[in-house]
């Protein structure tokens, strides 16, 4: 064997859900159960294949660079529009992504997607006359509008039509997605689903986890029954402070989830009781790999965008973060392919030119930017870490629905260097390994307030990584 394990979605479940159409039945605990069960035995099918190998054939020894056969693209994941709760057209939006230098972009509209006819009173959109009066401006040959029972009209555009017109091969891409939006109790738990066809109705469940659980267990269940490419990721798990890392962990089949939002409501940074995204990927990782044998989960930057209008401003808008994938080709499967695989950065504004890993450590390089310093923290957990926890307490001593307290062991600072490049050696006991750069350079128009430019290195698993836990994507 050569040590390259890959690993595919799991297949559906015989007998369980089909339906894919709003308004489907809900899964229930037994469905989900049964589901898990299926998927575990995969993974540890895989696990033991795994563990099988020799230590140095573990790790695969991946470079993360441009070549004659692959290039960087930046892509968004997560937009809003006049579908849903976004206060422009689906076109303008897509032409501001497309002149602003991305090659791909994925539409999410909350439970609905752009494929049907749907007429809308221009003075009663989110982006009202001011937004119609830009598409006019930008499309003046294109623009369907009525008058209709005294009120002036417009037909959305679907995302096929908005596709035709603005997408370019090899250039610009545009991908249809869904923002899966459920709850439990009052929580709000969002998925996005990538490269859907068919809307996908919030599957609920009896518990945060469950509802996660339940969401993605649909998602992949279509993706098996299709045939499609698609992808499915936890949104902004602070937003509501819904998603703790106890919530997040245990998911089967979820890769993906958003370590920094550009919306400026989703709390990346945390609160005085709640932990910060990053903190929630540590724990996340070190749950996943040391205790729960499930595989890495990687983290992702989006914009969320809603408004597009009064740009650099305090609301939720576009620019803000993307991902930087490796691809050979610009299609949805391609993109996917990669982003499954790990070939990609997150960012907010830094650029980078290599990344390296094998058995040996983890190398970044940097795109420097003129006048910029940069700084590359290495951040993970070593074995032997203190696993207790402790539940969080207000100001009163009582509890509070938060992620539990956890040692320091858990996503420490190995190691941070200045300049444009950096490697870490391990030494031997690592569980994971990821990185940070931070630029000297504020982030022109930050999620939050005092933001820097920044990028986030994906995991890899360390020597210390048991051997039923790792690279099984």
């Not at 890392?245 to 609160?271: K, M």
């Not at 990927?281 to 597009?308: F, S």
């Not at 009163?396 to 420490?412: C, M």
Request: glycine fraction near 8%; proline fraction near 7%; hydrophobic fraction near 35%.
């Amino acid at each position: 064997m050569n040590g390259s394990i890959e690993m595919t979605h799991p297949p559906a479940v015989p007998g369980d859900l089909q339906e894919s159409e709003p308004g489907a039945r809900r899964r229930t605990p037994r469905h989900a159960a049964r589901r898990s069960a299926a998927v575990m035995v995969v993974v540890v099918a895989l696990a033991a294949m795994w563990a099988g190998l020799a230590p140095a054939e573990r790790f695969r020894s991946i470079s993360l660079v441009e070549t004659a056969q692959q290039r960087w693209h930046k892509g968004n994941l997560h937009t809003h529009s006049h579908w849903s709760d976004g206060d422009d057209y689906l076109e303008s939006i897509a032409l501001w992504y497309r002149d602003s230098g991305y090659q791909f972009l994925v539409f999410t509209d909350h439970n609905v997607l752009p494929n049907t006819e749907r007429w809308e009173t221009i003075d009663k959109t989110r982006g009202g006359r001011r937004a119609f009066d830009k598409l006019l401006e930008k499309f003046p040959d294109w623009v369907d509008h009525r008058e209709h029972k005294g009120l002036h009209q417009v037909r959305l555009r679907t995302f096929d039509e908005v596709s035709q017109r603005l997408a370019v091969p090899g250039e610009f891409l545009l991908i249809q997605g869904e923002e899966i939006s459920d709850h439990f109790d009052r929580l709000p738990i969002h998925l996005n689903a990538g490269n859907v066809r068919e809307v996908i109705a919030p599957r609920g469940g009896d518990s945060v986890s469950e509802v996660i659980q339940n969401n993605v267990d649909f998602v992949l269940a279509e993706r098996q029954r299709t045939g499609r490419p698609m992808m499915v990721h936890l949104n902004h798990p602070n937003f509501g402070l819904a998603v703790t890392a106890e919530d997040l962990a245990p998911i089967i089949g979820e890769r993906f989830f958003e370590v920094y939002n550009g919306h400026p409501h989703v709390h990346n940074s945390g609160t005085e009781h709640h932990a910060s995204t990053e903190r929630l990927w540590d724990i996340v990782l070190t749950k996943r790999l040391a205790e729960l044998q499930l595989p890495i989960m990687y983290g992702l930057a989006v914009d969320d965008g809603h408004n597009y209008h009064d740009m650099p401003s305090r609301e939720s808008e576009p620019g803000r973060g993307w991902v930087m994938a490796l691809l050979p080709e610009l299609t949805p499967a391609a993109v996917i392919q990669a982003l499954e695989a790990g070939r990609f950065y997150a960012s907010s504004g830094v650029s980078l030119k290599r990344i390296d890993s094998s058995d040996r450590g983890l190398f970044v390089e940097i795109d420097p930017v003129p006048g910029e310093t940069y700084a590359i923290e290495f951040i993970g957990t070593r074995r032997g870490y203190d696993p207790r926890s402790y539940e969080v307490l207000d100001r009163k001593g009582q509890p509070v629905r938060a992620t539990r307290r956890y040692s320091a062991d858990i996503g420490q600072r190995f190691s941070v260097a200045q300049g444009t490049s950096a490697r870490y050696d391990f030494i031997g006991d690592e569980i994971y390994v990821r990185a940070r750069v931070t630029s000297s350079a504020a982030h022109p128009n930050p999620s939050e307030v005092g933001d820097l430019k920044s990028a986030w290195v994906q995991p890899v698993p360390g020597p210390g990584c048991p051997p039923t836990a790792g690279p099984l994507e």
